[in-house]
């Protein structure tokens, strides 16, 4: 009787916390849960610690692996460059010891967590969270947002600034100034892990120097992935000082994905050759790995076809600009984010393309698709996604394929819609 008393009662905290994060109480709050938890995790106590509460909703452990799993040649986020010293062990009283370096991957759930005891988060950026969380911002753009269950500190300022990448660029900078101004935010010995920026350098997330968490940017002397250039065989394809052709922005905007599906929880793909209906998780290795591999392959066949038949080089392009376009959130990113401004760039190419090939001649059209589901349709050939959050009903919320005709062969679009 006792254990299920107190289950439930931890049940009620979790739910409460859940909905009012920056409660005036919560803090007191979350010491009594702890210490609940506590209790009940000890053997031959109330519960049994391999047991989850009862009524808690499901709670999945994740795995801590030895590395954080990641895309061959892409640096692991958190991880020190080499000859890089990481900093110390803030001084007591202003932060938690920082975590080994090799653990800060994506995962979101410490060890801690699943045996019941909560790891520690600063305050003041739980609570930044959960307004964002609450704010009309994420309610009009996201649908109904949580807070990653489980996250610690570094967990959930990495949450926090991806998820700030989904929503229009206008409401993006009042979030991160008031991030910035956290004490947990204090920049001093801050490192960066750079990939090659397009046309302009930016910050995607700012590191936390205090847990050895570097962070990551966009920049003119950042490297093009790896695996692109080996994998997809294009290192002739895309020589240095031609950023601006469109095989250089498709690797660099693939660099861009594969790496941050490696962080973010809540990305998944829909790339209709790998799953004909709805989408996957690339929370999942073995879907991210897939997802890799067909985007390496579009990406090797578009270097194979490049200054060669016209047609069959929109062709690859239009495989590419696929691949790219179907990883999204649910519901996908707002219009004028940076993840929509990543799919206009590569649509943009698609259409370089197009009209590189009119002008030598090809018998070909490219379409980006209606923004309403009722005049898209007409374009696409009918496994389209339909969701019920996101946007008004019957609006297109990403678009995943565009419409082209090749030599008087017609390839549909595909779309992500209010359903």
């Known amino acids: ?17 859940g909905t009012r994060p920056e409660d005036p109480g919560a803090e007191e709050c979350r010491a009594v849960l702890a210490e609940l938890e506590a209790l009940l995790a000890v053997p031959g106590g109330p519960v049994s610690a391999e047991a989850p509460p009862a009524g808690a909703g499901p709670v999945v452990p994740l795995p801590v692996p030895d590395r954080p799993h990641t895309a061959p040649g892409m ?27 090799g653990l ?23 609570s930044l969270a959960g307004e964002l969380v609450n704010s009309a911002d994420a309610v009009d753009y996201l649908g109904p947002v949580q807070l990653p269950a489980g996250a610690d500190t570094p967990a959930l300022w ?46 995607l997330m700012p590191g936390l120097p205090r847990y050895g968490m570097a962070g990551v940017r966009l920049a003119v002397r950042g490297g093009v992935a790896p695996w692109v250039l080996d994998v997809a065989g294009i290192e002739d394809a895309v020589p240095e000082g031609d950023d601006r052709s469109p095989v250089r922005a ?44 067909e985007l390496a392959q579009r990406l090797g066949r578009l270097a194979a ?3 060669q038949d016209s047609a069959a080089e929109l062709q690859a392009a239009l495989a590419v600009d696929e691949a790219l376009c179907s990883v999204v959130h649910l519901p996908p990113a707002a219009p004028g ?7 206009e760039t590569s649509q943009r190419a698609v259409l370089e393309v197009r009209r ?7 018998d070909v059209a490219v379409e980006v698709l209606a923004p309403s589901y009722r005049e898209a349709r007409r374009r696409t050939g009918g496994n389209d996604i339909p969701l019920d959050a996101g946007g008004r009903k019957g609006q297109i919320l990403a678009g995943l394929r565009l419409w082209a005709r090749i030599d008087g062969r017609e390839l549909p679009g595909r779309v992500v819609y209010r359903g």
């Not at 229009?168 to 920026?197: F, H, M, S, T």
């Open 250 to 293: 498709w690797a660099v905007l693939a660099g861009w994905v594969a790496a941050l599906a490696e962080l973010d929880d809540h990305v998944h793909h829909c790339v209709e050759s790998l799953t004909h209906r709805g989408t996957l998780s690339l929370a999942d290795p073995v879907h991210r790995r897939a997802y890799q591999q």
């Open 158 to 203: 990495r949450w926090f600034h991806l998820t700030l990448l989904r929503l229009p660029a206008a409401q993006v900078p009042k979030w991160r100034e008031r991030a910035e101004r956290l004490a947990v935010a204090d920049p001093v010995g801050a490192r960066w892990i750079e990939w090659r920026a397009l046309d302009r350098e930016q910050v």
């Open 104 to 126: 800060l991957s994506r995962t979101t759930q410490s060890a801690a967590w699943v045996h019941g005891n909560a790891p520690a988060v600063d305050p003041e950026l739980s």
């Open 75 to 101: 640096p692991v986020l958190g991880t020190p460059s080499a000859g890089v010293p990481v900093p110390g062990p803030p001084a007591s009283g202003t932060a938690p010891p920082a975590p080994p370096a």
């Open 337 to 343: 984010s940076w993840w929509a401004e990543v799919a």
């Open 1 to 17: 009787m006792t254990r299920a008393q107190l289950t439930g009662l931890c049940a009620a905290l979790r739910e409460l916390l």
């Open 356 to 362: 590189r090939a009119r002008a030598d001649g090809a």
């Open 305 to 307: 076809r490049r200054s």
